[in-house]
């Protein structure tokens, strides 16, 4: 497993878990869309994430959550560039850009993004292409469906297999096309085309995933997942987004995507504490 990821330069050390900052600079995302449009209010949310302990900053122009229809890519490079362009010289954090149309992909590492977050798993036609000319890290999501119709009706037989099969083979079709090893790391994608029973399946069975032998990023934060099985809605998931951080570090998450960066930071952690002095690995 690699120690750690060269982010257009600069360094992000997997050596301990890491925690990557949410920065949603769309009008409709699920947890905070419209709080950070523009340039001034990501650069003090990144600069407030940086100082809460966050390894990398996430900049999303298009918001994901379940039923989105998405926007075109003039809208997203809109939205994201001059972000990243205000924060890359703001910000001593590697920035990841949050998108799956390799028009943005581009733009984006032109503009000083250090990693590529696709949550299709670089399956939009050009964004391999794209992603291995940016020399980039990039992140593999699995995803059933699409944003608009994933949560419908998501059917597995089996979902740690059939999730951990898509990512074998989607790091497979990157790595024929060019993408180092070094550069990719996979997502279970929670709460991306899973019902409850999937995403704890999941989360329980981490190392699954983990046994491909690529860094492991997750996100659970403020999810569908934590308010379900606990009642609660979005402005009372911090206590479950920080316990499902914290499971998801002790089950060998590399990165944990998160809003709460504090939190967060805390409990990956002690994590971290306990396994360098449990010793029972
Ligand atoms: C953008 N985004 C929203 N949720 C995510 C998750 O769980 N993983 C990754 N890689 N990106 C996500």
């Known amino acids: 497993m690699i120690s750690s990821l060269d982010c257009g330069g600069r360094l ?16 409709d995302s699920f ?24 390894g990398i900053i996430d900049i999303g122009g298009e918001s994901t959550r379940p039923g989105s229809t998405g926007v075109s890519v003039q809208e997203e490079l809109d939205r994201v560039i001059p972000v990243i362009e205000a924060l890359k010289d703001r910000v001593d954090l590697p920035l990841s850009v949050d998108t799956s149309k ?34 980039l890290p990039v992140c593999l999501m699995h995803m059933q ?16 297999t059939e999730v ?23 997502d279970p994608g929670f709460g991306f085309g899973k019902r409850d029973p999937h995403n704890a399946q ?18 659970l934060s403020r999810k569908s997942l934590v308010g379900r099985v606990l009642g609660r809605a979005l402005p009372d998931r911090l206590a479950g ?9 002790w089950q060998g998450a590399a ?14 952690n002690l994590m971290e504490y306990v396994r360098a002095q449990g010793g029972n690995d």
Not at 255 to 268: G, K, L, M, W
């Open 241 to 249: 987004s920080i316990a499902a951080a914290a499971l998801a570090s």
């Open 164 to 186: 951990r099969a898509f990512l074998e083979q989607r790091l497979d079709v990157a790595q024929r096309a060019g993408i180092p090893a070094s550069r990719l790391l996979v």
């Open 255 to 268: 990165i944990v995507r998160a809003h709460d960066v504090a939190e967060t930071v805390d409990a990956v």
């Open 102 to 135: 390799p028009e943005v992909m581009r733009a984006a590492a032109a503009a000083g993004a250090g990693l590529i977050n696709d949550v299709m798993a670089l399956r939009r036609p050009g964004s391999l292409e794209a992603a291995r000319d940016t020399a």
């Open 145 to 160: 469906g699409t944003p608009a119709s994933m949560q419908d009706d998501p059917v597995y037989d089996d979902v740690v």
């Open 12 to 27: 992000l050390s997997l050596h301990r878990p890491r925690v990557m900052g949410v920065l949603n600079v769309t009008p």
């Open 31 to 54: 947890s905070d869309g419209g709080r950070f449009i523009g340039a001034p209010a990501a650069i003090e949310h990144a600069r407030a994430m940086q100082a809460a302990g966050a």
């Open 202 to 219: 999941l989360l329980a069975q981490l190392p699954v995933i983990g046994e491909l032998g690529f860094p492991v990023l997750t996100g």
